[in-house]
């Protein structure tokens, strides 16, 4: 089984800076796109940023030009560097890892249980 653990989430004010961890950890023989994600209270989870393996990054718009996604796949980790944090930024962040177990290439979808990143005005 795989486990996705997020740290890294904290009470920063407007204009600051946070950098998200996320790390696998299990059965791991190879991990394809990983991503963020966050929901907001009231509202549905939605995507972040995505990572291939090969670091090609996708954004949400709200979030380009802001935060950056990365990835060291020695350590199977990914990070998210959120800079000029706004108090819309404010959700549970959560990570998403595709990981295969074995050499078949069965890759399935794993979750961390989130981490909670509050930006204050």
């Known amino acids: 089984q795989v486990q996705l653990a997020e740290s890294g989430g904290d009470l920063v004010q407007a204009g600051g800076s946070l950098r998200l961890s996320c790390a696998a950890s299990?059965?791991?023989?190879?991990?394809?796109?990983m991503g963020w994600y966050r929901q907001a209270p009231g509202e549905q989870r939605e995507l972040v940023a995505k990572i291939t393996y090969y670091n090609s990054a996708p954004y949400a718009d709200s979030v380009k030009d802001r935060f950056t996604i990365s990835r060291d796949n020695a350590k199977n980790m990914v990070y998210l560097q959120m800079n000029s944090l706004k108090p819309e930024d404010t959700a549970v962040y959560y990570c998403?890892?595709?990981?295969?177990?074995?050499?078949?290439?069965?890759?399935?979808?794993?979750w961390g249980q989130g981490t909670q990143v509050t930006v204050s005005s």
């Open positions: 299990g059965i791991i023989f190879s991990i394809d796109d």
């Open positions: 998403n890892a595709e990981v295969a177990g074995s050499p078949r290439g069965d890759f399935r979808d794993y």
